[in-house]
């Protein structure tokens, strides 16, 4: 039933076995095209970064699987690189060092010539040339996340898997990175999954916006489409239409129905996650009421 | 304002020093003739006894003896008078070869222990019990089976330096920051390169710091081990001195002995320094 789908979150559970074992998450199921840009919410303790680690292949699923490109996923792989929230830079190597390490690992075969020039032009895309032989302890916070994403790009993955990558930036530091990642993501049309707190990073970034509810016992609620157009402009989001109430949609989430919605759903298919359009009607309602009102759920559905 | 505060620094250390060879001048120096005294009795208790002199040596004794020693390092006269280079020489031989077989053992094993939580904990009651025990308890089981003092000396060496170094590279190694070592997992780095691109680089401040404790612990057993074993060694040295009642040549002994380990101490700073990165 998935098999169109680039990923395939097939039925994953994680479980902490113990005195008192835990369930994390069951029965999770999620699909992913390729070249789509998927942000996952959800409050601190939802499983969100266990997901990640299993599609990244660092942790396995108590059940379950997940089928990339037709293949299952058996431990990490090149294809499918992780931006670390923190930054995981090794420090002892400089930037090209960094990154020259990824590359060294994907193309086991090349000169250290090829290496050093195909890591160059990773870190001159990410902005960093000049800075190629500094060391992380003389970077600025943004400047170590750009380092590790031109380690994320250089080889060239099929996914990018990124774990709040921004979350311990500067607001103006964010902005800047997330400009750049959209740009880069565009251009290349990367599939990625990415991980945030931050609704706005989510509606300016993501093409889909999962919802998840609260741990333990986690489920995904919805699938919320982003119905911005591919190519929004920071400065014009807000003046979007239908901005506050995707806005409103995704914090109202957050707010209440994320302690609620197993509770107020039992009918809740967890293969087939609802998809949510946020309609083009009553744009107007969510801007003069506070976001825990009836109202901007109402107008979503 | 740093170099005015190291050399503000180094004003107050030679004042101390002053002091200190000012009244240990004082405290031994002659208090004249003392009067009375029959000429045989006096050349029988020599000038102790004449001059009021302490037995103690003075500064300038020690400073006289002291030249005379670094005059002539090498020297040979047979089993009991040896240069103090040819001495100090004889010890940190056996240090260096007892610690670098201990670096051979402790670095691989601290390894595997680090990296194995299993092999961590069937190993841990052998090192709880072995680590304490006093490295010259080990002599007599040495010389009876290694039937040779100076392999003797060198296995007790081995044994005390060990410890630390097996003890910091295992605690080094287990706590690798997991992110960096999934940063070679999703890299698909292997078990192999992995430990050498990943963990050794990690690890190494605290590989070298064990490696400093034990080089520290390795010069201050040769000492006592020497005095067991006998026949060379700096060790061997400062006992055959007080046999002669030379208390001069023990307190040169004393000084080279710090002077040594002092820069044995600093060559292991200045490497760990070469590996150590800030985060």
Redesign the interface.
């Known amino acids: 039933m998935t098999s169109d789908k680039f990923i395939s979150i097939e039925g994953i559970a994680k479980r902490y076995e113990g005195t008192r074992s835990t369930t994390i998450f069951e029965n999770l199921w999620l699909g992913m095209a390729r070249g789509e840009f998927v942000c996952v919410i959800g409050h601190s303790g939802c499983g969100k970064t266990t997901v990640l680690n299993i599609l990244?292949?660092?942790d396995a699923p108590s059940e379950g699987v997940v089928v990339v490109d037709g293949q299952a996923i058996e431990?990490?792989?090149?294809d499918?690189?992780?931006i670390?929230q923190?930054h995981?830079l090794?420090?002892?190597r400089t930037v090209l060092g960094n990154v020259a390490?990824?590359v060294s690992?994907?193309w086991r075969k090349w000169d250290r010539a090829k290496v050093k020039a195909h890591a160059l032009k990773y870190i001159e895309l990410v902005g960093l040339a000049g800075s190629e032989h500094k060391?992380?302890?003389e970077l600025s916070g943004g400047m170590k996340q750009r380092v590790g994403i031109a380690r994320a790009l250089s080889?060239t993955p099929k996914i990018m898997l990124m774990d709040e990558p921004f979350s311990a930036l500067d607001a103006l530091t964010r902005g800047t990175l997330q400009d750049e990642v959209r740009r880069i993501c565009v251009e290349t049309g990367q599939t990625v999954f990415m991980i945030t707190h931050d609704v706005d990073e989510a509606i300016y970034l993501a093409d889909k916006i999962v919802l998840m509810t609260n741990g333990p016992g986690a489920v995904l609620a919805e699938i919320v489409e982003n119905p911005l157009p591919k190519d929004r402009l920071r400065g014009d989001l807000h003046r979007h239409p239908l901005y506050y109430a995707l806005r409103n949609h995704i914090i109202d989430f957050l707010v209440s129905r994320s302690k609620t919605f197993v509770a107020e759903t039992p009918d809740h298919d967890p293969r087939k996650v609802p998809v949510v359009k946020i309609g083009r009607t009553e744009p107007t309602i969510v801007a003069s009421k506070p976001a825990d009102s009836d109202a901007p759920q109402a107008a979503a559905r | 304002m740093t170099t005015s505060l190291r050399l503000r620094a180094a004003v107050v250390s030679i004042v101390l020093l002053a002091v200190f060879l000012g009244a240990w001048h004082i405290a031994t120096r002659s208090t004249g003739a003392a009067a009375n005294m029959s000429p045989e009795y006096a050349k029988l208790m020599g000038m102790t006894a004449t001059q009021g002199k302490s037995a103690m040596p003075g500064p300038l004794d020690v400073g006289a003896k002291l030249w005379e020693h670094l005059k002539r390092p090498f020297y040979d006269n047979g089993p009991n008078d040896k240069g103090l280079g040819i001495q100090l020489a004889y010890s940190i031989g056996r240090v260096m070869l007892g610690y670098l077989i201990a670096v051979a053992i402790a670095i691989p094993l601290g390894f595997l222990i680090g990296m194995s939580p299993l092999i961590s904990k069937a190993l841990d009651p052998f090192i709880q019990i072995l680590k304490p025990i006093s490295p010259l308890a080990w002599m007599p089981l040495a010389l009876y089976t290694i039937k040779d003092s100076s392999l003797s000396a060198i296995f007790v060496i081995f044994i005390c330096s060990v410890w630390p170094m097996l003890i910091n590279t295992a605690f080094g190694v287990a706590s690798v920051r997991k992110e960096w070592i999934n940063v070679a997992r999703t890299l698909e780095v292997g078990n192999f390169r992995r430990a050498f691109t990943v963990i050794l680089p990690a690890a190494a401040p605290t590989i070298l710091t064990g490696m400093r404790i034990s080089i520290g612990i390795a010069w201050l057993v040769i000492v006592a081990a020497e005095m067991l074993v006998g026949g060379t060694g700096i060790g061997y040295f400062v006992w055959n001195e007080w046999n002669n009642l030379s208390i001069t040549n023990v307190i040169i002994a004393i000084l080279l002995i710090g002077v040594v380990g002092m820069v044995l101490d600093q060559l292991l700073a200045r490497v760990s320094r070469l590996v150590t990165f800030p985060e």
């Open positions: 990244a292949g660092l431990g990490p792989s090149l499918r690189a992780v670390f923190s995981a090794l420090p002892w390490y990824a690992s994907k060391r992380p302890s080889i």
